[in-house]
């Protein structure tokens, strides 16, 4: 078992969410956006500055500042 | 006549859709109260059918909860509380069919709203290169809705959408009391918690002996959502105390009952969505090669190759404005002044015809002529956010914009404000933290817009000498220009601390956005989304400013008797219809004009004043004069070119390039002969112009978008204030030097 969060995948890493941490409207907007249990997210890039990151998720590509990747805990694949 | 809402997630072709579906017939509604705009067009149902049909737009949006304004306008026109506009018969859903979980998100709510639902599984010829297969049969059994298969900009599936359309809204006129036939197989919402749906029940039958009927999604979006949340827009205002004290107690009580309020909702939303595709959808397990857009997206936000592009392709831009602009902003101008002539041809000189020339025709052809720029900006925005570039310009940029306390997503709005603050304050509603939103639209007004560029033109040609400094490598000209128009972009920079440490505190900017695939923008959309804005500017042109011209106008001619001025002008203009006119008896009927005018102008209740105004404007190095061209220049900052023109007896309309007015400038005196443009005056000017909000467009703009007077008025006060003390110390620290 390897639990870390999104943020600290590297390109190209991917895993799967175990659990959105938080209780507030940001975690129940990253999950809208499909960072729901069960999904698999793959780090694609990041911007030039090394932030925000750009993640593949649910067949789309979403951008997170790190901040909030921090609250999506994965299990890397 | 019907109504059919069209909503669903950005970026599935919703646009397209709806064009294909309206043939171009759209038209951009405001409604009162809203800050939101929607389109709303008509269709007809096929051919054959003569019925017709209202299609209203809705903002794309992930889901109903009203966080942002865009959300809270999707769901007050689907339960039918947008003023003016009735509930829909049928909504049609979109949904990308290449990312359906996450599209299906927004369709669970929407089918609790009861209505009618007809969905189109949107970008269907892209399944197979995806490597998923859907079964729409099986989807629409297990959705409990008809389901259609398009690709809206192929405008494939849209004769097969509209019949559709037809047989479900023939269905649910003819079940016209038995609503319950539209509820779908099975809701999210039934799968919620008990205790949340018991909650739900009390509150529903305490609003219903309020007497305030609320349909169950919208006390349930009042119980889920936090209360900066726009669902209590709906509440009439004598519950709203009541209401909130409540719905705090409920939550309480939810809390303790191990109700996880927000994300219980997601969660079931989810685990609907999950049934509902099971034995559905299929997707092909595939090596993950990178794909066109990922080759693209690798360069573009490359390290350093995407900055450097990102920068050539801004400064392309603004450059292209200027190079295509300058052809019809030369032909409109020629218009006015051809139509102005024709005008003072036919009339005699006297009230009327000055109120039409130098009232209208001066005062609406001035802004008229920025028409050009504002199409050509909105061309270039449409075609990067069609092609899926400006969110990446966003992504790129919002490292940087967070050490402001910003986000991307202000970024491009800031920018295209280089241009004109209207459409990037327009261009902010993207942003859904209300904090970022403000900050950017009151920052927005500081970037050097294209406005200020005639008085920069003016004050520097005529006062700052054209030698080189630097070694020879900079013209002094061209480095005054280049500061006054980093200035206000400097200035910004502290305001939008202060705003945001002591207007704005609390909550924190966040950037969760879709980076859109990279395509080829549809020129249709393109050119749709210029020409809905040049209709929006040249309804302001004919209406707002139209009226601020005339008042200015009226301020500048009464009162005073202009039969001398009328006399001497109609004297000119026949000796110039003579052929062999003597010069010199023009030349001295024309200097009697000027003489006239200017006394006119200084008898005027502009010109009144102008006195008051004097020892206000006196610190910064101004006379009455400059003062009371500052001040008609309220509605538009180029005005002042046209109004120290008139003021320094050369008539209106004089071109900020004429030797003849910096000729004028530079001969101006005070009473004791000293001259009264130095370069610390000049540059008192500018700086003044740099900061100041003298532009009623801008500030109407700001009105509409924030939906309230405060900030306009907020707004002017503190750009105004900035102008003064900036032009203040440029003064006094140039008058020492």
Redesign the interface.
């Known amino acids: 078992m390897d639990n870390t969060t999104l943020n600290d995948l590297l390109e190209g890493q991917a895993g799967t969410i175990i659990d959105?941490q938080g209780?507030?409207?940001?975690?129940?907007?990253?999950?809208?956006?499909?960072l729901?249990p069960g999904e698999r997210v793959?780090m694609?890039?990041q911007?030039?500055?090394?932030?925000?990151v750009?993640y593949s998720v649910?067949?789309?590509?979403?951008?997170?500042?790190r901040v909030?990747a921090r609250r999506v805990w994965i299990q890397r694949v | 006549m019907a109504t059919v809402a069209l909503i669903g997630n950005p970026n599935t072709g919703k646009s397209s859709l709806f064009n294909a579906l309206c043939g171009g017939q759209a038209r951009v509604g405001n409604y009162p109260g809203v800050t939101v705009e929607h389109k709303t067009g008509r269709m007809r149902l096929g051919s054959t059918s003569h019925k017709s049909i209202e299609l209203v737009d809705l903002p794309g949006t992930y889901s109903l909860s009203a966080r942002s304004a865009d959300e809270a306008v999707s769901v007050e026109v689907l339960s039918g509380e947008m003023p003016g506009l009735a509930r829909p018969d049928a909504v049609i859903v979109i949904l990308d069919a290449t990312n359906l979980e996450r599209n299906l998100y927004l369709l669970s709510q929407v089918l609790e709203l009861g209505l009618p639902t007809l969905v189109a599984l949107n970008m269907w010829d892209r399944l197979e290169s995806e490597g998923i297969a859907i079964d729409p049969k099986s989807l629409s059994h297990s959705l409990g809705v008809p389901v259609v298969c398009t690709s809206a900009s192929k405008r494939m599936g849209v004769a097969d959408l509209q019949s559709a359309l037809g047989e479900l809204l023939e269905s649910a006129e003819s079940s016209q009391s038995a609503r319950e036939q539209h509820q779908p197989a099975s809701l999210a919402s039934t799968s919620f918690p008990e205790p949340f749906r018991r909650c739900v029940d009390e509150l529903a039958l305490w609003f219903d002996s309020q007497g305030c009927r609320l349909p169950r999604f919208q006390i349930e979006r009042l119980l889920i959502d936090d209360s900066q949340a726009h669902s209590y827009r709906v509440i009439p205002k004598v519950l709203t105390s009541e209401v909130t004290e409540r719905i705090s107690q409920a939550r309480e009580q939810l809390a303790s009952e191990g109700v996880a309020i927000p994300l219980f909702e997601t969660r079931a939303r989810y685990a609907w969505i999950k049934q509902r595709v099971a034995g559905v959808i299929e997707r092909k397990p595939r090596e993950r090669r990178a794909s066109l857009s990922d080759q693209i997206d690798r360069w573009l936000t490359h390290r350093w190759f995407g900055l450097l592009f990102f920068v050539v392709l801004m400064f392309l831009i603004f450059q292209s404005i200027t190079w295509f602009a300058s052809w019809p902003m030369d032909g409109i101008e020629f218009a006015t002044q051809w139509i102005g002539q024709r005008i003072e041809s036919m009339m005699a000189p006297g009230p009327l015809r000055s109120l039409l020339v130098d009232g209208i025709i001066a005062g609406v052809g001035s802004v008229l002529v920025f028409l050009p720029q504002i199409a050509i900006l909105f061309f270039f925005i449409a075609i990067l956010e069609d092609s899926g570039y400006m969110s990446r310009a966003a992504f790129m940029m919002d490292k940087f914009m967070s050490i402001l306390g910003m986000s991307g997503k202000s970024f491009l709005p800031l920018m295209s404000s280089f241009a004109c603050a209207i459409p990037g304050i327009m261009a902010t509603r993207t942003i859904e933290n209300r904090r970022d939103r403000m900050v950017t639209i009151l920052i927005a007004p500081l970037m050097s817009c294209s406005a200020r560029w005639p008085v920069y033109v003016l004050m520097v040609s005529a006062f700052v000498p054209n030698r080189s400094v630097m070694g020879g490598w900079i013209g002094a000209q061209g480095a005054v220009l280049f500061a006054m128009m980093a200035l206000g972009a400097l200035v910004s920079i502290p305001v939008a601390w202060l705003l945001q440490r002591f207007v704005f505190p609390g909550e924190p900017s966040t950037f969760i956005m879709e980076l859109s695939s990279y395509k080829w923008p549809s020129l249709r959309v393109v050119l749709m989304r210029v020409w809905e804005r040049v209709l929006a500017f040249l309804a302001r042109a004919g209406s707002l400013i139209l009226v601020t011209s005339v008042l200015i106008w009226a301020a500048a001619y009464f009162p005073g008797d202009h039969g001398p001025l009328d006399i001497a002008t109609a004297k000119l203009e026949a000796e110039q219809a003579i052929p062999d006119a003597d010069p010199e008896k023009q030349q001295a009927l024309e200097t009697q004009i000027n003489q006239l005018k200017s006394e006119m102008i200084s008898q005027s209740y502009l010109g009144t004043a102008g006195d008051w105004i004097e020892p206000i404007v006196r610190p910064l190095g101004w006379d009455g004069k400059i003062g009371v061209a500052v001040l008609a220049s309220f509605p538009a900052r180029e005005v002042i070119v046209a109004t120290l023109g008139t003021i320094y007896s050369l008539g209106a309309g004089q071109d900020e390039n004429s030797q003849g007015l910096a000729a004028q400038l530079r001969s101006a005196t005070w009473p004791d002969g000293r001259p009264v443009y130095t370069l610390a005056t000049a540059c008192s000017i500018m700086v003044f112009f740099a900061l100041c909000a003298q532009c009623v467009s801008t500030l109407v703009t700001i009105r509409r978008e924030t939906n309230s007077w405060r900030w306009p008025i907020f707004s002017f006060v503190y750009m105004t204030a900035l102008a003064y003390a900036g032009a203040w110390i440029v003064f006094n620290l140039m008058s020492f030097w």
């Open positions: 959105v209780n507030d409207s940001l975690s129940a907007r990253l999950m809208e956006m499909g729901i793959e694609v890039g911007a030039p500055m090394g932030d925000p750009e649910v067949g789309y590509r979403l951008s997170l500042r909030e």
